[in-house]
C-alpha cells in the first residue's frame, strides 16, 4: 500500500476523536413523525430511566433490610436512604447467570459489568473480537430516544480503556462499558464532567454558549464532507479486509451525520445559569457528585431520558483516603472473612451509597412539568452484577429500584424474589417506557408481576 493511501488511513484513525463527539441537537419535547413520544406520566411529563453501576459486591449482613414489604428497616449501608425510603424497592434474588463461570473460568469482574445490561454471556476474547449484547438502555434509546436532543448519556468516575485484557483473558471494552449499541460496539461513556457539559450545552461562560455550539456544529459537518471525499478516493485501493473496516468506520460517521440532521428540527438548547465544570476533582466523592449533577441537569432540562454511569468497574482496586482506608477495593473485597477486610468493605459499600443519596434527593428536589419531583418521574437502577466479592457470585445481587416511575411502580418496601432474572425487570422497564412488546431480553423468562 502506498504511502499517501497509508497516510489517508492514520487520518482517518485519528480523526475519530473529532467524529466521536456526539451531534450537538437542540432541545424540543415535541414528537414528530419520525420519532414518536416518549412514554409519559398520566400527567403527560416525561419519565426518564438510569442504571448505576457500583463495583465488587456488597457486603449483605449490612445491605440488606430486615422485615418484608412495607414493613422493613434499611441497614447500615443503605441507611443514608431513609428520607427517601418512600422512593425505594430494596429487591433481593435478582441474578444474571450469564456472569456464573460456566466453561469459561475464571473472568467474574469483566462478565459482571458486561451482563449487567445485556443479560447475554460475553464473548471470551482479550482482542478485538468483543461480542456482547445490546443493551437494556440502548434498546430503548433506539425506540425512543429521537424526542430529545440526546438519544442516552453514558456516564463514568473510571479510567476508561478501550483494548486489551484486563481480567482473565477478557477484553478491557467489558470492564469500561454499561452500554452496548450492538453486540460488538460499546458506547464509550465520558469521565471528565466539563466535557459533559459542553456536550449538553456548548462551551464558554453563560450567554456564550449556543453561539459556540451552532460554529461546533459546522466544523463537524465540514469534517465529516472531508471524511466522506476522503474515504471515496481511497475505497477502490482496499483490500477486503480494509474495506470492511472502513465500511463498519463509515457506519459510525453516517450515524453522525443523521444526529446533525436531526439537531436541525430542535430549537438551541438552554443555557444553564452556572459556570462549567474546571474538569475533574481530585477528591473522589466531589467527582461522583458533579457527574451526579451532569445527570439530573440533563433529565431536568430534558436534554435525554435514558443515562447510566458507571462508578467504577468489577474488580476496581481504588483506595478510599476520603474516608480513610488505604487498602484497594478489590483487594479488601476477598476479605477471606476477616472482620476489619469486612468492615473496610462495608464502609466503602456505605461512602457509595452516600453519593446515590446526594443525587437521589437532587432529583426528589426538583419539580417536573406535573408538579412532581424528577424522581418520582423516574426509574433509578443501581447495583452490581457481582453479589459477593469474596465469592464472586452473580445471584442475590444487590439492587434497588428508586423512584416511581410516573406512578407505575410500587416503591416503599422490600422485594423479596427467589433466583429471578434481573433481565425481568428490564422488560418491564421496557414495557413502561412506550417500547414496543418485547417477548425476551437476555436471559429473561417472564416479566415482573409486581415491581
Known amino acids: 500500500m502506498n504511502a499517501t493511501l497509508t497516510n489517508r488511513r492514520r487520518f482517518l484513525r485519528g480523526i475519530g476523536a473529532c467524529l466521536s463527539l456526539p451531534a450537538f441537537e437542540a432541545l424540543s419535547g415535541k414528537a414528530t413523525a419520525a420519532a414518536p413520544a416518549f412514554a409519559t406520566t398520566a400527567s403527560g411529563a416525561p419519565q426518564r430511566m438510569a442504571f448505576i ?41 435478582f441474578a444474571h447467570a450469564n456472569a456464573e463461570a460456566g466453561n469459561d473460568g475464571a473472568g467474574d469482574h469483566a462478565r459482571a459489568n458486561g451482563t449487567f445490561l445485556t443479560g447475554v454471556r460475553v464473548k471470551k476474547t482479550a482482542g478485538s473480537d468483543i461480542y456482547a449484547g445490546v443493551s437494556i438502555d440502548q434498546i430503548a434509546a433506539q425506540h425512543i430516544g429521537q424526542t430529545t436532543r440526546f438519544a442516552s448519556l453514558e456516564l463514568s468516575t473510571d479510567p476508561h480503556r478501550k483494548s486489551g485484557g484486563c481480567d482473565s483473558g477478557y477484553s478491557c471494552a467489558y470492564e469500561s462499558n454499561l452500554a452496548w449499541r450492538s453486540p460488538t460496539s460499546p458506547l464509550s461513556p465520558e469521565s471528565n464532567p466539563r466535557l459533559v457539559f459542553e456536550r449538553l450545552f456548548g462551551a464558554g461562560p453563560p450567554g456564550e454558549r449556543s453561539a459556540h455550539l451552532l460554529r ?36 459510525g460517521v453516517r450515524e453522525i451525520e443523521q444526529r446533525i440532521t436531526a439537531a436541525e428540527r430542535f430549537p438551541n438548547p438552554p443555557d444553564p445559569a452556572m459556570e462549567t465544570p474546571a474538569g475533574i476533582p481530585a477528591a473522589y466523592d466531589q467527582y461522583i457528585k458533579l457527574m451526579f449533577e451532569m445527570m439530573a441537569l440533563s433529565f431536568e432540562t430534558d436534554s435525554t431520558r435514558i443515562a447510566s454511569l458507571l462508578l467504577a468497574h468489577d474488580g476496581s482496586n481504588r483506595a ?21 477486610m469486612i468492615s473496610k468493605v462495608a464502609r466503602i459499600d456505605r461512602f457509595y451509597v452516600e453519593q446515590l443519596a446526594g443525587f ?35 445471584s442475590n445481587l444487590p439492587v434497588l429500584v428508586a423512584g416511581n416511575g410516573g406512578g407505575k ?17 428490564y422488560l418491564n422497564m421496557l414495557d413502561h417506557a412506550g417500547v414496543p412488546h418485547l417477548e425476551r431480553f437476555g436471559d429473561s423468562t417472564g416479566r415482573l408481576a409486581d415491581i
Not at 418496601?413 to 433466583?419: A, K, N, P, S
Open 53 to 93: 453501576y457500583f463495583p465488587n459486591g456488597a457486603i449483605h449482613d449490612q445491605w440488606w433490610p430486615t422485615g418484608t414489604g412495607k414493613d422493613f428497616t434499611l441497614g447500615q449501608t443503605l441507611s443514608p436512604l431513609e428520607s427517601l425510603k418512600h422512593r425505594l424497592q430494596v429487591v433481593a434474588g
Open 216 to 251: 461546533r456544529r459546522a466544523q463537524q459537518k465540514s469534517i465529516l464532507d472531508f471524511v466522506m471525499d476522503d474515504a471515496k478516493a481511497v475505497q477502490q485501493q482496499l483490500t477486503h479486509r480494509d474495506k470492511a473496516k472502513l465500511d463498519e468506520y463509515l457506519t
Open 320 to 340: 478510599f483516603g476520603e474516608i480513610g482506608i488505604a487498602e484497594g477495593h478489590h483487594s479488601l473485597s476477598h476479605h477471606r472473612n476477616d472482620p476489619d
Open 360 to 394: 437521589l434527593n437532587l432529583l426528589e428536589s426538583k419539580k417536573d412539568a406535573d408538579g412532581q419531583s424528577i424522581l418520582h418521574n423516574s426509574t433509578i437502577v443501581y447495583g452490581c452484577g457481582n453479589s459477593d466479592g469474596n465469592r464472586h457470585t452473580h
Open 409 to 425: 411502580l410500587n416503591p416503599g418496601r422490600f422485594l423479596q424474589l427467589e433466583d429471578t432474572p434481573m433481565c425481568n425487570l
